[in-house]
């Protein structure tokens, strides 16, 4: 796995499963059809981050996702100390009028350092919320018709369609007829 995998299990340690694989609560669906469903299940899945990644870097909007993940992590953020250091990364990151990957949400003008002065968990949460929207009516819409989505779904359906999966199938279905 590369270190780009680390960092996404990082933001979602419970998504893997027994062999450190992506699982999700919904067994049945997997990969591209998992995360055609919504934009929640996309970025409940590592590898769906990471396409998704790929493609909002094409459009010059990969700040939108990465500011969502931020926030995500800057949730589970313990202690005051921890609260205040993440909530100013994530200010000087993504909000500040100077800030190097900047999202553009509401009442951006209006904001300011202050508030980094009493953090709590859900500080960023009506923005988190807006830049999830942004996405959801937007760029999610767009990457499920790019060829970065297109490729991923079109190289796993021949993945299980290739005779190696197919033998594997045929003798998983033995081992239980018998």
Known sequence: ???????????????????????????????????????????????????????????????????????????????????????????MTFLSSKASSQVNVE???????????TPHPLMFQKLQDQIFNLMKYDSYSRFLKSDIFLNHKKSEEQEENSPEAQTAAKRASRIYNT
């Open 107 to 117: 009442g951006q003008s209006r904001l300011n350092e202050t508030i980094l002065e």
């Open 1 to 91: 796995a590369s270190n780009e995998d680390g960092i996404f299990f990082q933001f979602f340690p419970e998504i893997n499963d027994s062999e450190g694989h992506p699982s999700s609560s919904n067994q049945t669906l997997k990969g591209t059809s998992k995360w055609a469903t919504s934009l929640e299940n996309l970025l409940e899945d590592p590898e769906g981050v990471k396409r998704f990644r790929e493609f909002l870097k094409k459009e010059f909007s990969e700040e939108n996702v990465l500011f969502w993940l931020a926030c995500e992590e800057f949730k589970k953020t313990q202690g005051k100390k921890q609260m205040q250091e993440k909530a100013k990364e994530i200010y």
